[in-house]
């Protein structure tokens, strides 16, 4: 929850809390749980709420609307706009029970394979939390150190320079070039070559040339 | 991974392996840890995978593409075609090097709060797992049991029998509808009535009728 950005959690009738065990795995996370209300009912639970989304693994008869879980979270925002939503998750051995579900206006579930198809509860809060963010913030992420792009007129320039350096050292025959520059090409396009990389290919290929130049001599 | 379909599980220089409190965890799907593959070093692991993914929550210098975690799991399906995919994960303390990283084509992060932004490795591989299952099979789910959807003519037909009604109690008053009609026709809408729910609705309708014209005695 704390890692998605959540932060209110409520527990309904639990066997124990506080409890040292929940403490001691919190890692970090403890200030949701010290600030977790305890309820006496789901109703009670879910008195504020202006939507209840629960979460099952198995199709109910009674089930209303039913989302996979992106759907669902997309819904959650939507309505969080304009007042609290819950994500209702049932125990750990049996879920939520067709009551509970009774009480939620969407029944959200997660995609899985059908024939072992029940998520671990915190697994399943994990995912919610997960598309629930991306919902919010969507998935931009941190990017990698800007090094700076080369521009099309270095690249233009290092692409001339290999095509002198592979004829200098008999490996392209410009009577026979076959396909080589075009895949040479593909292959560095994909890379979208940085400053600097152009700069030591560059150097490379400066070497390569003085080399063949020099008849290969040390 | 076996609720989300993926079965082969390669371990780099594990503590412990075979391991009796991961056999106690693995909750009904020891037969992915059975099967589990040791490798002697990363490279080991690696040597036959055409893409090699590697998990990070933190930027690094010489990362090479970073992707959210939806985009590089549409990548590794991408290249799973003619191929194996490796997913990377580091050790829950320190998760990736440097060393390990550089081993791998792209760099997946999952979205989180910026000042908290580790996940533990499980449900960092939760949602990767769950992720990929989107990207190779959608997120379609069970949907709720198919009661049969009402016609536009019988709605109509019950709108007609509601509008009786209410100027029958005296709510509606045909000089001065205001808005109730179209409010009732909205709510109605949204919730797509089925046949058998406007049977019972138009039941009511009926009843309520019926007591008006027998001037509400018993």
Chains 1, 2 share one sequence.
């Not at 209110?8 to 506080?18: D, G, I, Q, S």
């Not at 059908?114 to 992420?141: I, K």
Request: glycine share 6%.
């Amino acid at each position: 929850m704390q890692t998605m950005g959540l932060s209110r959690l409520v527990l309904v009738t639990p066997l124990r809390f506080p409890d040292a065990d929940a403490d001691a795995m919190a890692a970090g996370a403890d200030a949701i749980l010290n600030a977790a209300r305890v309820a006496a009912s789901l109703d009670e639970a879910l008195a504020g709420a202006t939507l209840a989304i629960g979460f099952s693994a198995r199709a109910r008869e009674f089930a209303g609307t039913v989302l996979p879980v992106r759907a669902a979270m997309q819904e959650a925002l939507r309505y969080a706009a304009s007042g609290d939503v819950a994500l209702v998750f049932g125990t750990e051995m049996s879920g939520l029970s067709n009551a509970e579900l009774s009480r939620c206006q969407i029944v959200a579930t997660i995609p899985a394979v059908s024939d072992f198809g029940s998520l671990n509860l915190a697994a399943a809060v994990q995912v919610a939390a997960y598309e629930l963010r991306v919902a919010a913030h969507g998935d931009r992420v941190w990017t990698a150190p800007a090094f700076e792009p080369a521009t099309q007129e270095e690249i233009e320039l290092l692409f001339e320079q290999g095509e002198r350096a592979l004829i200098a050292i008999d490996f392209l025959r410009p009577a026979h070039p076959k396909r080589l520059l075009p895949r040479l090409r593909r292959l560095f396009s994909r890379a979208r070559l940085e400053k600097e990389e152009v700069n030591i290919l560059r150097g490379i290929l400066a070497r390569i040339e003085e080399r063949v130049q020099n008849g290969w001599r040390k």
